[in-house]
């Protein structure tokens, strides 16, 4: 079966300082891979390296078997960034309609209300200017669209940030009914209790390198932790020279 994601020997470098080092890494079709480390350890340049907005310095990345660099793998990704900022002028469904749009995603209003719902956002909201939306409503519209987009990998990058408990726990049920239906995640978080509930495995990035990748009960094993968060302390602490 072909991988949806391989990470052959990355390298990346921005002048003198070395960001990325050797880092190699398999994501099977259906998995839910969470990316994790602290503010400035490389998951978001990880990640614009995976869709080709960085280039890399040495290695390869391929998408279903395909090189990043074709442009044609990315039909198969939606995209959430970190700080996902739409554009002023474009209201909330203006935004859905023109992202669907860009997807080859026809608009099905039925299911736009429907996520509305499980993201506990009122669909009478979609009229507005995204401008007037706060920024967990805001992050809201990123996430629906990302999930009507109906693609095979979703790439997030902190995608619950900004938003309030009850949109967190709708956020994990829609990734619990996607991951029913075959599809792959890969999402960067520093948000522990969150990959304990969502992840299938997760690396652990830190220093340049990934110091773990594998399950939860891996890393809590590997550890003799009682928790992720004491899991993550003890293999970032044992990496420090």
């Excluded at 020997?9 to 259906?30: A, D």
């Excluded at 009122?122 to 109906?150: E, H, Y």
């Excluded at 890969?186 to 990035?205: G, K, T």
Aim: contains cysteine; neutral net charge; aromatic residues 8%.
């Amino acid at each position: 079966m072909t991988r949806a994601i391989e990470l052959q020997e990355i390298h990346k470098s921005f002048g003198r300082q070395q960001v990325l080092e050797g880092l190699s890494l398999r994501v099977e079709p259906g998995e839910y891979l969470a990316l994790v480390g602290g503010n400035g350890a490389g998951k978001s340049t990880l990640i614009r390296l995976m869709l080709d907005f960085l280039k890399l310095d040495r290695g390869g990345i391929r998408l279903f078997g395909r090189s990043s660099l074709e442009p044609v793998c990315r039909k198969q990704v939606a995209f959430l960034p970190e700080r996902f900022t739409p554009p002023a002028w474009i209201s909330a469904e203006g935004y859905l309609r023109a992202f669907l749009q860009f997807h080859g995603t026809p608009w099905k209003a039925k299911r736009v209300e429907a996520i509305c719902e499980e993201l506990y956002f009122d669909a009478a909201q979609l009229s507005k200017p995204v401008t007037a939306l706060s920024k967990g409503m805001t992050q809201k519209i990123g996430l629906m669209a990302v999930f009507l987009s109906d693609k095979p990998l979703l790439i997030l990058d902190e995608p619950l940030s900004g938003l309030d408990p009850l949109a967190r726990i709708g956020v994990k049920r829609v990734l619990h009914r996607l991951r029913e239906q075959g599809t792959t995640l890969f999402y960067s978080s520093h948000l522990l209790d969150d990959v304990e509930a969502v992840c299938d495995r997760l690396a652990i990035l830190h220093q340049r390198r990934f110091r773990f990748v594998g399950t939860v009960s891996a890393c809590l094993e590997e550890t003799h932790a009682h928790n992720l968060e004491e899991a993550y302390l003890r293999i970032i602490g044992e990496s420090d020279d």
